[in-house]
């Protein structure tokens, strides 16, 4: 697979050993016959080790061939995040700095999960693209107030900050995109 290819959550060979992608800066020069680099932060699969590295677009990378299995959230405890294969009930665990900032995403019993496993280990979990979730916090709604693109900060009932339009209360239902983190629609 090509460096420009690349996405977050993506697990690929990087000197041997397998790496999962944690983040992507994009930089394109304005000189011309520059090339657009891609400087890549991973996390080692099986070590945890932090790696940066920066990749012209046309760079090949070894992607890892990983099962994708459906599971569902349990709990989590001082020990990491326990999940649960909605086949076969197999139960896999990840440590809390393998989950990272998907954690506040997770809410327990969730459904729509993937796990992503290498030689039978699960290395990182797949979340669905958005999640709906609770306004606990906001200013109260604007009279008159329309779908316009003004926003105010709302606390989620998993504590997250995020934008939404000024006509939404306390207590609706908001769709996030879990990869952004932004508000996207009002559920009813």
Do not use: C
Not at 39 to 51: A, D, E, H, M
Not at 82 to 89: G, R
Not at 131 to 139: F, K
């Amino acid at each position: 697979m090509k460096a420009s290819q690349l996405r977050k959550g993506h697990v690929v060979s990087v000197n041997g050993s397998p790496f999962r992608v944690r983040d992507i800066e994009v930089s394109t020069p304005t000189a011309r016959g520059g090339n657009t680099l891609y400087r890549v932060k991973f996390t080692g699969v099986t070590t945890g080790q932090n790696l940066d590295q920066s990749f012209k677009s046309n760079d090949t990378l070894e992607e890892l061939t990983l099962d994708r299995r459906p599971i569902t959230y349990l709990y989590s405890d001082p020990d990491g995040y326990h999940f649960m294969d909605a086949e076969n009930f197999e139960q896999y665990s990840l440590a809390v700095d393998q989950v990272e900032d998907q954690k506040d995403w997770l809410i327990e019993n969730m459904e729509g999960l993937f796990a992503l496993l290498l030689d039978g280990r699960i290395v990182a979990i797949e979340l669905p693209a958005a999640v709906d979730l609770d306004i606990v916090e906001t200013a109260p709604m604007i009279k008159g107030a329309t779908a316009t693109s003004r926003n105010k900060p709302a606390t989620l009932s998993n504590g997250r900050v995020v934008l939404v339009p000024e006509y939404l209360s306390s207590g609706e239902r908001v769709r996030v995109n879990t990869e952004t983190g932004k508000f996207m629609s009002r559920v009813k």
